[in-house]
């Protein structure tokens, strides 16, 4: 259950057996409570209405339990939600804004408490038109945080402050086009980007400090790349 542009984050059991922490789910304009699926009146909301009235029907099938919503900025599609390693920050990409909203996280009370602390945008002031901000990822060390642009075809890297809020190292290309998702390795060393459009995968050398992206080695043909992950084998 959730509404037109935001998140719920919720603490369900599922049959009693197993014990979820967080429920993520992502809408984009004309998604479900009060989208495009629901009547529409101009100039009426009824997304507030409609919100404990699912609350409660999820509560008693006993599969999610409301804690929170966060709503997002109007048409801005959230895509990706990150939550910092003491989880007390979260950080939330919007596809058609290209910017990253920054969450403070408080869990002590009864009921969690969210704060919008700052908003981080994903390009630089000039970039392509008609740009859609794509990947968000953490560090292993939880030291940066990771985007892409699809359209613009760039990688931006972000150093995660003490206080939870980003600063900008820097947002380069990733010789590819539409990069869905870009991620560092764990040595924070290399960066990959998949090149959805251009059935690629790019690599590339990493300076923090220089603030260098270069490109290490040939583009590898991979059809259609969607996701990282990164597996430790033993």
Known sequence: AFDGDGYVIGGPEFDGEKQYDFVEVMACPGGCVGGGGQPIHDGEEYAQIRAPKLYSLDKNLGKLKLTDVIRSEQASAPRHIKFSKKGDFIYIIHELK??????????????????????AYTMNEYHASGSAASALNVSDDFKYLVTSNAGDNSACIFKILPDGKLEKVFCLPVSGDYPKDVTLFPDNKHLVSLNHESDSMTFFNVDIEKKTLIMNGPEMHIEKPNCIIFHKLS
């Open 98 to 119: 290209n910017y990253v909203d920054v969450y403070s996280y408080d869990k002590t009370g009864n009921v969690p408490s969210f704060e919008k602390i700052q908003t």
